[in-house]
């Protein structure tokens, strides 16, 4: 999940870093701080988790490969990783993340907040999703605009699956091939809702597969198309408009068309 609220508390720990640790003003957690070539960690424990900063590089090779057209400060700028060492104590941070998150991205500083999980493939399919939310909503928030939901999260989950271990047999592409697992609404009505709160759980699941769907959908396209069509968004097109400025589907009926097709074939 992404939050763009202002977030002064976690840009002030940068500032009053020292060479051992970081510490704000009105915080009391004290950070200890590593760097590697893309990222600057800032961690609760005694020490990173073993195998942490190869497994972030990994996954940062894999967001400038796949989405360094959207976000070409990738290779020139520093992520910052704030890692809790536990759950409870990410939950009463100063970040103040939602109870039932697994952790949060903030673009205007570059920073996720994350905390250690002994499920490595968890924590870094949880990193990967954040991160990617910090490129899009940079991308977007260049002019004043907002992703998509859909989109975003379509984007978020599918960067999970690219960054696993096992990419044919990851776990949303393999919910998607499993025929009768989930209802496809029509496009439509699907560009404009999100999940409800009061949604059961099937309802969310169909909801976020879909949306994985259509963006995986799109971005097999190619990374310039792709890149097009966010520009168009994000310029104030409508979706039916940047459809057409990018893939030359004259409207949602057209698109729907074409991705049930692409899924049938999939789901064999």
């Not at 490129?135 to 999970?160: C, H, Q, V, Y």
Request: charge should be positive; glycine fraction near 6%.
């Amino acid at each position: 999940m992404k939050l763009v609220r202002p977030y002064f508390l976690a840009a002030a720990a940068f500032f009053l870093a020292t060479p051992a640790f970081a510490q704000t003003q009105t915080l009391q957690t004290q950070w200890r701080q590593s760097e590697t070539p893309h990222f600057k960690f800032f961690y609760e424990g005694r020490a990173l988790p073993s195998g942490l900063s190869i497994g972030f590089e990994r996954l940062h090779g894999k967001l400038r490969l796949h989405l360094g057209l959207l976000a070409p400060w990738i290779g020139k700028e520093k992520i910052n990783v704030y890692l809790y060492q536990t759950e409870a104590s990410y939950k009463a941070g100063e970040f103040k993340p939602p109870s039932w998150s697994k952790g949060v991205s903030r673009y205007q500083t570059r920073t996720v907040v994350l905390y250690e999980d002994k499920d490595q493939e968890v924590f870094f399919q949880t990193a990967v999703h954040e991160m990617t939310h910090l490129l899009f909503t940079g991308f977007f928030r260049e002019k004043n605009s907002d992703a998509p939901r859909w989109l975003e999260e379509g984007i978020a989950m599918l960067m999970e699956d690219l960054a696993g271990a096992d990419e044919k047999n990851a776990p949303w592409l393999s919910y998607m091939k499993r025929k009768n697992s989930w209802t496809p609404q029509a496009l439509g009505a699907f560009m404009g809702s999100e999940p409800k709160e009061s949604a059961s759980s099937k309802e969310a699941g169909d909801w976020y597969v879909q949306a994985y769907s259509i963006g995986r959908f799109l971005f097999n396209r190619g990374k310039l198309p792709f890149k097009v069509f966010c520009d168009k968004l994000r310029s104030g097109e409508s979706e039916t408009k940047a459809f057409w400025s990018a893939y030359r589907y004259k409207d949602a009926q057209a698109l729907q068309t074409a991705w049930l097709d692409w899924l049938k074939q999939q789901q064999k």
